[in-house]
């Protein structure tokens, strides 16, 4: 006897089906876990990211029937509780930040740019950036780092921070003007500081 093909496509099936069969939740832990890991191992380093991952999954799942079902993808969704997760260890993220600037690491290690639709792309940061990041609000660092290293939308990091589209714009737009003001010290490379520069003429175009 052949097996009952499967119903789910989009995560907003994965879910509705897992409200009458749990087990198909793990479809959704399947497709988005390396995701959600990744992410919060930049902030909070890999020992860390497993406790992240394993409770936004654990609290996702026992929150799933008050999804939104119109939405097809989960993953916005799933950013958003990491986040709430990681900000809650938010002294734990300051203090490896302010560690990379100590011992003069490199915290990912790629420079900042801007993408001409005005989507902030961290491809990686110098170790003078691992400070600025330390020194910004939380919430900000939140939008920053959602749209940079998670690479979701405007429209995606609000639904994952319920906050308005124009809050995310303004926080982003303050945490740019201080990461801005740290690559002004002087104390970056060119090729980090030409990018800001590139970032700041796509932002004002954006």
Known sequence: MNSPPERHTGDASVIAESL??????????????????????????????????????????????????????????????????????????????????????????????????SRVTAESTHRLFAGALAALPARDRHVLLLVAWADLTYPEVAEALSIPVGTVRSRLNRARRKLRAAAGAGALPDPARNNLSHAQEATSHG
Do not use: C
């Not at 793990?26 to 930049?42: K, M, N, P, S, V």
């Not at 990211?49 to 609290?59: G, H, S, V």
């Not at 986040?83 to 290690?109: P, T």
């Open 20 to 117: 009458e069969n749990p087990d198909v939740f793990g479809e959704l832990f399947r497709r988005h876990a390396a995701d959600i890991h990744r992410y919060a191992a930049r902030r909070l380093g890999d020992t860390s990211a497993d406790d992240i991952t394993a409770e936004t999954f654990l609290i996702a799942f026992r929150k799933r029937a008050g999804y939104d079902l119109a939405r097809p993808s989960a993953l916005p969704w799933l950013y958003g509780i990491a986040a709430n997760r990681i900000g809650e260890q938010r002294r734990s993220e300051v203090r490896r930040l302010r560690a990379m600037v100590r011992s003069d690491l490199q915290a990912n290690a790629e420079p900042w740019t801007d993408r001409a639709d």
